[in-house]
Structure formats: C-alpha cells, structure tokens
C-alpha cells in the first residue's frame, strides 16, 4: 500500500527566504506525482505535475524534484512571499488507469513580512 | 462560471436526511472525481469518473451514492449519514483520468449532526 508523508508538518519563514518542502512515498512504482496549494477554506490548485520520466520541473518560482528510486519528491520556492502561505499538499499516483492517488497530510507553509 | 464550480458551499443536515452535492466542470474535461477531506487525514479519493462510467470506487459506504449524467456534471447522493462523515468534500476534473493534471472545485463543507 502506497503510503506519503510530507515533512515538515508546518514551516514558517520570513519573506524572501527560500525553502524546500519535503515529500516522500514507500513505493517507488509510480506514474506521476503532483504538487498542489491549498489555501484555508478552498480547493486544491495543482502547481507542478512530474511524470515518472521527468527529474523535475519548473514554474516561475516554484521548482519540483522526483528521485523515484529513493521515493522523494522536493518542491523549491525561491524568494518566498506572504501570498505563498497555504498549505501545500504531495500526490502521487501509483495505479496509472487505476486511478490509486495517494496524497501526504500537507505542509503548512506561513511566510511572514 | 469558469472552472470547476461546486453547490452548495455549506450543508448541514441530520443523520436522516437525504441531500445531494453537485459539481460543474467548464473546462472540457473528460474524467470528474470526488474527494473527501477530513481533519488531521489525507485527502481520499471517493469516486472517479472516465466518459460519465464509474472506474474506481474506493470502499466508499453505500450511504454515498455518485451520479454522473454527462461529462460536465457530477452528483454525490448522500443518505443516512453518519457524524463522522462530516468534512470537505472536493470535485475535481482533468482531461484524462489521474494521469493528467486536476483541477479543483472550491469544496462543500459538510456537517452531520
């Protein structure tokens, strides 16, 4: 059974520092993993889709990792902004057309001005 | 409306109620999903949906029950519910089931009393 776990479980960091969320997974079988946002009271908004072929990739200031070998996934923010705090939420999915996705709890991200 | 769009934002209803959630996708998409969010728990994926037939039903209880007339619509009948099913519930869309990028509705925040 897949199992994520996101470390850490909260972050708080002052503006402009850049920060590395953590994401890792117990089985490395995996088709794609996915990054979201989560802010208080909303959906979920995908932020960076890797497909198990992909090292990493790159939107604006955020930058995804995969090591499918050692089950870890790393989301980069660089120069972090107040209107980057939300929780931020790892999926992976290991069943391609079964459609098994498993998501971590989220990392609470708080960047303070 | 643009998007995902999910009715109504807020319920709250007696464990012998019978009410239905609804969701509308905007984007062309062709697989829906329903998702349960619970405090301090993973988001779980309930039902997905490919071409309006069911593919994956995750041992979710019989007291829910989805309907999908067509592929912008996605319905989650509730009944005889229980306390402890009260949470977010969030719908989703992509273009492809699961291995392509999903997009959120802003959730139904469910409460059983």
């Known amino acids: 059974k897949q199992e994520v776990t996101q470390i850490p479980a909260a972050l708080s960091v002052p503006e402009g520092e850049n920060l590395v969320l953590n994401c890792s997974f117990t089985?490395?079988?995996?088709?794609?993993l996915q990054w979201f946002r989560q802010d208080p009271g909303k959906g979920l908004t995908s932020l960076l889709l890797i497909q198990s072929s992909q090292r990493e990739q790159t939107s604006g200031r955020l930058n995804a990792s995969l090591d499918k070998s050692s089950g870890r996934s790393t989301l980069y923010i660089a120069a972090s902004q107040p209107g980057d705090s939300a929780t931020y939420l790892c999926?992976?999915?290991?069943?391609?057309?079964?459609?098994?996705?498993?998501f971590g709890k989220g990392t609470l991200l708080t960047v303070n001005p | 409306e643009t998007g995902v769009t999910q009715t109504p934002r807020h319920l709250v209803m007696g464990m012998t109620n019978k009410k239905s959630l609804k969701c509308e996708q905007h984007l062309g998409h062709n697989a829906m999903y329903w998702y349960k969010q619970s405090a301090k728990k993973p988001l779980e994926l309930m039902f997905v949906?490919?071409?309006?037939?069911?593919?994956e039903n995750n041992s979710v209880p019989s007291r829910f029950s989805p309907e999908c007339p067509n592929s912008s619509h996605l319905f989650l009948h509730l009944h005889t519910l229980q306390p402890e099913d009260s949470a977010l519930y969030l719908c989703?869309?992509?273009?492809?089931?699961?291995?392509?990028?999903?997009?959120f509705g802003p959730g139904t925040r469910l409460t059983v009393l």
């Open positions: 989703a869309s992509s273009q492809a089931p699961v291995t392509d990028t999903q997009y």
């Open positions: 949906y490919s071409l309006e037939e069911r593919v």
């Open positions: 089985d490395s079988a995996i088709y794609n």
């Open positions: 999926a992976v999915n290991s069943g391609g057309s079964n459609y098994k996705l498993t």
